[in-house]
């Protein structure tokens, strides 16, 4: 399995594997691909931290980051959103998504985001370090059930201290 960058080329391919592993994903909206194409074309859109795993020049799973703002009471945090992630059916558990996760996760510090956020589903994204926003005192300010708002610090206290909101669309 390889991990790289995506390019503008694979752009159509990915549309449609995005649409077919979330077509058998647990938690799916059926518009996933097209938030991919809404999140490109928004200005939070970060090219060089969207990834596929590749095996054999085909793509088994893709991970974005976009940027995340946080509300503080003295300014803005910005930090990244994981948004989605997925992983072709016949890959899953394999350790492809978590491979996915931590090479994101390790370039977006590099690039100098210290925190990540996400929705979705404590238990699985707990293994990755990420807890409820309210457990770093901010403030889940979105429609979404605040057991799937999710934090984590890419460096540790990166989130200590502060007193903040978030609103995920």
């Given at each position: 399995?390889?991990?790289?960058?995506?390019?503008s080329?694979?752009?159509?391919?990915?549309?449609?594997?995005?649409?077919?592993?979330?077509?058998?994903?647990?938690?799916?909206?059926?518009?996933?691909?097209d938030f991919?194409?809404?999140?490109?074309?928004?200005?939070?859109f970060?090219?060089?931290?969207?990834?596929?795993?590749?095996?054999?020049?085909?793509?088994?799973?893709?991970?974005?980051?976009?940027?995340?703002?946080?509300?503080?009471?003295?300014?803005?945090?910005?930090?990244?959103?994981?948004?989605?992630?997925?992983?072709?059916?016949?890959?899953?558990?394999?350790?492809?998504?978590?491979?996915?996760m931590?090479?994101?996760?390790?370039?977006?510090?590099?690039?100098?985001?210290?925190?990540?956020?996400?929705?979705?589903?404590p238990?699985y994204?707990?293994?990755?370090?990420?807890?409820?926003?309210?457990?770093?005192?901010?403030?889940?300010?979105?429609?979404?059930?605040?057991?799937?708002?999710?934090?984590c610090?890419?460096?540790?206290?990166?989130?200590?201290?502060?007193?903040?909101?978030?609103?995920?669309?």
């Open positions: 399995m390889k991990i790289r960058t995506v390019k080329t694979d752009y159509q391919n990915l549309y449609t594997f995005i649409q077919i592993a979330f077509s058998t994903a647990e938690v799916k909206d059926g518009t996933e691909q991919v194409l809404n999140l490109r074309a928004g200005d939070t970060i090219p060089e931290l969207e990834f596929i795993a590749e095996e054999d020049h085909e793509i088994i799973g893709h991970i974005m980051m976009t940027k995340q703002s946080i509300q503080l009471e003295d300014g803005i945090l910005t930090g990244v959103l994981v948004a989605p992630l997925c992983v072709d059916i016949n890959h899953r558990h394999q350790g492809i998504g978590q491979a996915l931590h090479y994101a996760h390790k370039r977006a510090l590099e690039m100098g985001y210290t925190t990540s956020f996400l929705v979705g589903n238990d994204y707990g293994r990755f370090g990420y807890r409820q926003t309210n457990e770093f005192n901010i403030i889940n300010d979105s429609d979404i059930p605040n057991q799937f708002v999710l934090a610090e890419l460096i540790p206290n990166a989130l200590k201290n502060i007193k903040g909101k978030i609103m995920i669309h």
